[in-house]
């Protein structure tokens, strides 16, 4: 859930803090400010929550968003509530995809992951099952020349993402 503060924490186990509010009961109410790397997490109203990071200071491959294009953005989602969380050089998502290693999803504006204060980590417990479910394929290259030869993997994935066999 998404809070406002000085409200009761009772119930509440983890708890991460934001500043600004971009997006509430289905309204753009973010501030007009600068262009930076941003963070945010949202609510859609099913209670699906997404997670948005842009990069930034990184002309002229990206320049960042302010917050009222983030708000959009988490709006396009689909979010009926979201909320900025430390932008700038925090700016880092890392993901770990089927069967695949840890891996940072953007480009952070220091290049490098920064040491932070607070993080939101999303784990599952699901276990291996190792029967076989589907294919996924990694590769390294985004764009590559018509004549070019790529080198694509393919691993075993079973129903909750983990390694299976292939059979």
Aim: glycine share 8%; net charge negative.
């Amino acid at each position: 859930v998404l809070r406002e503060g000085n409200v009761s924490t009772a119930d509440v186990k983890e708890a991460v803090a934001g500043k600004i509010w971009l997006v509430k009961n289905g309204k753009n109410v973010a501030p007009a400010n600068k262009l930076n790397p941003r963070t945010a997490v949202g609510i859609k109203a099913d209670g699906t929550v997404v997670f948005f990071v842009v990069d930034g200071r990184q002309d002229p491959d990206s320049v960042g968003m302010d917050y009222p294009e983030v708000a959009a953005c988490m709006l396009a989602l689909g979010c009926v509530d979201a909320l900025e969380l430390d932008g700038g050089g925090s700016s880092t998502m890392l993901t770990k995809r089927e069967a695949q290693k840890l891996n940072c999803s953007n480009s952070p504006s220091y290049g490098y992951e920064r040491t932070v204060a607070t993080s939101l980590l999303v784990v599952t417990s699901a276990q291996p099952s190792g029967v076989f479910d589907h294919v996924t394929f990694s590769e390294s290259l985004y764009l590559c020349s018509p004549m070019e030869s790529v080198t694509v993997s393919a691993v075993g994935v079973d129903a909750n993402g983990f390694s299976a066999k292939i059979p």
